[in-house]
Structures are given as C-alpha cells and as structure tokens.
C-alpha cells in the first residue's frame, strides 16, 4: 500500500507541469486528496484539494483531478513562478472518522527565473 508522486523537475518562469499520484495497493475512490508543498526553510502548506466526490476542482492557477480508470490524481500547474519551488507531496485521507491517510515521498519543482 503506497502513494508515488511524480512529474516534478526543472520549469521556466511561466511553464507548467503535471505532477502526478498514484496509489497502489488500494483504491483512491474514497479518498480526499491534498497536494502539499514545502519551500526549504518554510512549513508545508495546502496547495489544492479535492473530495472523493469530486473528479476535478480548479484554484488560480493550479488544477487537481482524479483518473478513476488508473486510481492516480494530478496536479497540474500552469504559469509557474519561482516561489512555487518546493518539494510537493500527496496526502490521501479516507472518508469518515477513522479513515486512512497515506503520505506520498514527495516530488521536487523547481522553477528558474
């Protein structure tokens, strides 16, 4: 049972990327989905969410979605500035009281000014 986050590299100023999550072991149907960021020297921080219910949910510049068919959920990132440098993670967390919640490794972006 894991999260594997990828899709993270080295962008220009304005580019994009498409980091993707996919899970293994189990389905990702009933699960939430937060992408999470760190910056070195600064907390982590929430940067998209969806609901289990939801199959894509847009803020700003960044787009989160679910691919049911190959149980992954992407973050896709457009117009990319350089304090969006960090390493990003995914965070599932099941629905109800007691649900389970897994932790991705993390992939690192990077932008170049």
């Known amino acids: 049972v894991q999260l594997q986050a990828s899709g993270g590299g080295l962008v220009q100023t304005g580019g994009s990327l498409r980091l993707s999550c996919a899970a293994s072991?189990?389905?990702?149907?009933?699960?939430?989905i937060t992408w999470f960021r760190q910056a070195p020297g600064k907390e982590r921080e929430g940067v998209s969410c969806i609901s289990s219910s939801e199959l894509e949910s847009v803020k700003g510049r960044f787009t989160i979605s679910r691919d049911k068919g190959k149980n992954t959920v992407y973050l896709q990132m457009n117009s990319l500035k350089p304090e969006d440098t960090a390493v990003y993670y995914c965070?599932?967390?099941?629905?109800?009281?007691?649900?389970?919640?897994?932790w991705g490794q993390g992939t690192q972006v990077t932008v170049s000014s």
């Open positions: 965070y599932a967390e099941e629905d109800g009281d007691y649900g389970d919640k897994y």
């Open positions: 072991g189990f389905t990702l149907d009933y699960y939430a």
